[in-house]
């Protein structure tokens, strides 16, 4: 009876330790408002295969989270193996020429194309131009995308 009672205690007090530890919740980001987003004030960061800038990513009214990032890939660069995303992707080619790869289906996309990719496809992009390729790439997270 007595490691009854004393195991009965102990489910208390671990009831009550959430209650005394500091707010540990992290606050969930600001949905995404209208805006106008300035080409000439973004920022780039070269990466191994041309540069990318990160431009927006959180929620909205709609989405869980929706993502933009712009990307340049050198000549003769690609974007790495056939890969997955869980969500869907919008690619829009500002300049360049991009030949892309969807499982192994092949295609030329020049610029000003645009590329859907949805959900969990095999995917890649290899830049076969003599100038570097410039690409938005947009995402959609909803409700359905797989959690990370």
Same mark, same amino acid.
């Given at each position: =009876?007595? %490691?009854? $009672?004393?195991? /009965?205690?102990?489910?208390?007090?671990?009831? =009550?330790?959430?209650?005394?530890? #500091?707010?540990? /919740? $992290?606050? #969930?980001?600001?949905?995404?408002? %209208? !805006?106008? @987003?300035?080409? !000439?004030?973004?920022?780039?960061?070269?990466?191994?295969?041309?540069? *990318?800038? /990160?431009?927006?990513?959180?929620?909205? #009214?709609?989405?869980?989270?929706?993502?933009?990032?712009?990307?340049?890939?050198?000549? +003769?660069?690609?974007? +790495?193996?056939? &890969? *997955? &995303?869980? !969500?869907?992707?919008?690619?829009? @080619?500002?300049?360049?020429?991009?030949?892309?790869? @969807?499982?192994? *289906?092949? !295609?030329? /996309?020049?610029?000003?194309?645009?590329?859907?990719?949805?959900?969990?496809?095999?995917?890649? =992009? *290899?830049?076969?131009?003599?100038?570097?390729?410039?690409?938005?790439? @947009?995402?959609?997270?909803? $409700?359905?995308?797989?959690?990370?």
């Amino acid at each position: =009876m007595k %490691s009854l $009672a004393c195991l /009965a205690a102990f489910v208390v007090l671990a009831s =009550m330790l959430p209650a005394q530890t #500091p707010g540990t /919740a $992290a606050t #969930p980001p600001a949905k995404m408002l %209208s !805006q106008v @987003i300035d080409w !000439q004030k973004l920022v780039f960061t070269p990466t191994k295969t041309g540069q *990318r800038c /990160a431009v927006f990513e959180a929620p909205t #009214p709609t989405l869980d989270k929706f993502h933009c990032h712009i990307s340049t890939l050198n000549p +003769g660069e690609n974007t +790495g193996p056939l &890969h *997955r &995303h869980p !969500q869907e992707e919008l690619v829009i @080619i500002k300049e360049g020429t991009l030949e892309i790869n @969807i499982d192994g *289906r092949i !295609q030329v /996309a020049p610029a000003g194309s645009m590329i859907f990719y949805a959900a969990n496809e095999n995917e890649n =992009m *290899r830049n076969i131009g003599k100038t570097p390729a410039t690409y938005y790439v @947009i995402q959609f997270y909803t $409700a359905l995308t797989p959690k990370e």
